[in-house]
């Protein structure tokens, strides 16, 4: 017989099904057994009456594997309204070791080391599986907005010879007796490549080693990257990361249905158009607020991000907020000034219900603009940019993009404190494994 | 004036348009002047009688971004159909320094080492775009194929704290003072993951730190990896890889139609039945066909891939076969051997155009048969398969799953020789920039 999925069930009522799955909870009642049976689709409830099904059952323990045929039964007190009667069980595996945890309970009780430590068991919880089917379709959502709009996906190389974007923070590996190093971000190779393409997206990992052990940092995350050619300037990154969180917010709705349900995920509101506030009037505005005069800051604190997001829910009904304009000097090498204001460059921020969640804005696109701006910062070799300064001396259009990572997308989304709760296997300071 | 892509010009006959793009080609004729404009779209011809508008294009090399304004035109001898008159040229960057060959030249006269050398800007070349177009297509028809079968994307660890597949040919890398590595593949977090989702894919790079100076060998590759829960045995996954095949075919055709007609692809036949035939029936066949006995060989040597592709061709059309059954010894530890035919396993392989593009087969599924496959291997030491076996102690179905490289795809796809004509940035013995 075909296997079904539990879903299936209300459309084979009265008749025999095949399912298949693991051992979620068995309730060994006087008179009757309960077998709650757990496979990718959901909870079926299976009852076991006979008794040699129930000393079978007696000695096949939780998470054990499993094929169930029996009767679909109208149940109203089963979820959707269906059980098993009748069943035969057939182990598809040895009986599963005890579990360190009940994975049966509505939530998993074991704190974070422990849970990391067995993730590979853990995550079947369906709490947390949930997690990780709302990351799946927030990456669907990004790149089918994406592809729908142009983009062409690109795989760029995670070794590079040399650390451009920030000597610090790169792992060193040995390559073949020298030396390379993991890359920190697409960056240059996504700005190459709008040469070619003109709009261009990633997804793939990227890695930091920084020492730092907060609920915020991981050492290798799913970077999710876009870059586009031919804007006027940063308002046009702006309108594409807008449209590119929509379509990532309607996947997880779309695809993700159910796994919003579970989690009671509160869906963030997002304006058919973009909330855009200017750094300088960011400031101003916390300043009049708060009565702290802050118009001098360099940056956003982690505090005023938090004001903005209370902002612009309060008066444009937004979780989300850009702000445009950064001092220049405070960003990336590769950051184009705006031309009407000294100071202040064309690079944004998204804001996600109070904290930083993208980064982004319009690169310079001249190469004697990359000389200036690279020797401004003390960087006179340019050796270890040569073929991303390349792209640039044979004609780069005005262009810009934006990135994220997956894993703080679905934190903020979940509203969950640690970055390792949204991650399957995360890596950190302390942790390679599992 | 909102920019058209050149595609568009048809619809605008008669009518102003702004086109952006790049300097493709100049020709200078006595009475007129052409500028061919490259974009994302194609090619467009802008045709120049006004002597400013000359002087102007002298001064404006290849490859310098600009945008055109100008009348649609219709003319037949055009790329389309139309062509711009009256143009008024607007330079986006700096004049390109002269690019050291031709993109517009049908084919790019240049040897390997110096395309790849100065890839930034041969990337540039249409056929070379093209390869890479061709190369998102069939990323997008794997994960469309397999999300259309109810598999969940993931994304796995790319450092990892042991070298468990093979230890010689890993990358280390120095990870806070301790030795980390690079993953070599995601096989055994996507094994862990069937737990979880029951099915699975990822898209990924994964590193190999193969000594090896051939043109078949990369450092870094994508790999494409799909794992799926409750099989009856190995033609479950076979099935489900020949239509994650079909898909990406399709995909090919639809997404990347002019790129496949630009470089004169010859689409695979792939019937809606896979090929399938058994190692040693292989083995017996080419026997006879060759007079030569090699009915006792342990694998498949590079002729008799080759000898199967043509047989599959000539017997079934199929530019594809599938062999089952190869001996389990020389397979992976976690191959799961055929019940019915002891030294066989349930490993498969997909022979593409007579050369290996896919590996896979079912897995064994039972802790205690991991324990004994490993010791059979002489490893006792069970720590570093930790996770992976917790996976197994605590219920796991039978299951298996494929994998390839997305760039062997396309190499045999766009019958290439060398891998690195299909690869971005390629990372080799020798090479880890641009």
């Given at each position: ?93 040895d009986p599963a070791a005890p ?48 592809n729908g709009m142009g983009f ?265 404190p640690n970055i390792r709760q ?13």
């Amino acid at each position: 017989m075909q296997r079904i999925l539990s879903a299936a069930l209300p459309d084979f009522v009265g008749q025999p099904v095949r399912l298949a799955g693991w051992i979620h909870r068995r309730r060994m009642l006087k008179s009757v057994a309960f077998l709650i049976l757990r496979d990718a689709a959901g909870l079926a409830q299976v009852v076991v009456t006979d008794p040699a099904v129930r000393a079978q059952l007696e000695h096949l323990p939780e998470e054990t594997a499993v094929a169930v045929t029996g009767i679909a039964t109208a149940q109203p007190a089963a979820p959707g309204g269906v059980e098993v009667t009748g069943p035969t069980i057939t182990p598809l595996t040895d009986p599963a070791a005890p579990v360190p945890f009940d994975l049966y309970r509505p939530d998993l009780r074991a704190n974070l080391p422990t849970i990391l430590d067995h993730a590979p068991v853990a995550l079947r919880h369906p709490k947390l599986a949930a997690t990780h089917r709302i990351s799946a379709a927030a990456v669907a959502g990004f790149r089918e907005t994406l592809n729908g709009m142009g983009f062409v996906e690109i795989h760029t190389p995670k070794i590079v010879g040399t650390a451009t974007e920030s000597g610090a923070n790169v792992f060193a590996l040995d390559y073949f007796g020298r030396r390379a190093y993991l890359a920190q971000s697409p960056q240059l190779y996504k700005q190459i490549m709008v040469g070619v393409f003109e709009q261009v997206f990633e997804v793939g990992p990227v890695f930091r080693a920084e020492p730092s052990d907060t609920a915020r940092h991981l050492t290798a995350y799913t970077s999710l990257d876009a870059e586009l050619g031919f804007v006027d300037d940063h308002r046009d990154v702006i309108a594409a990361c807008h449209a590119t969180v929509a379509g990532m917010l309607a996947a997880v709705t779309e695809r993700a249905g159910s796994a919003v349900e579970l989690l009671g995920v509160r869906m963030p509101a997002l304006p058919a158009e973009p909330v855009i506030v200017h750094f300088a009037d960011a400031l101003e505005m916390i300043s009049a607020a708060t009565g702290r005069d802050v118009s001098g800051e360099p940056d956003l604190a982690p505090e005023h991000e938090r004001w903005l997001g209370e902002w612009a829910l309060r008066e444009h009904g937004s979780d989300f907020v850009f702000v445009e304009g950064y001092p220049t000097r405070h960003r990336a090498f590769y950051t184009h000034p705006d031309p009407a204001r000294p100071g202040y460059s064309r690079a944004i921020d998204l804001i996600f219900r109070g904290v930083e969640l993208v980064s982004g804005g319009q690169r310079l696109h001249r190469y004697g603009d990359y000389v200036d701006a690279l020797a401004e910062r003390g960087e006179t070799d340019l050796t270890p940019y040569a073929g991303y300064l390349d792209a640039m001396r044979y004609g780069m259009p005005p262009h810009g993009g934006f990135a994220f990572g997956l894993e703080r997308f679905v934190a903020r989304l979940l509203d969950v404190p640690n970055i390792r709760q949204v991650t399957l296997f995360p890596r950190d300071l302390h942790r390679v494994a599992p």
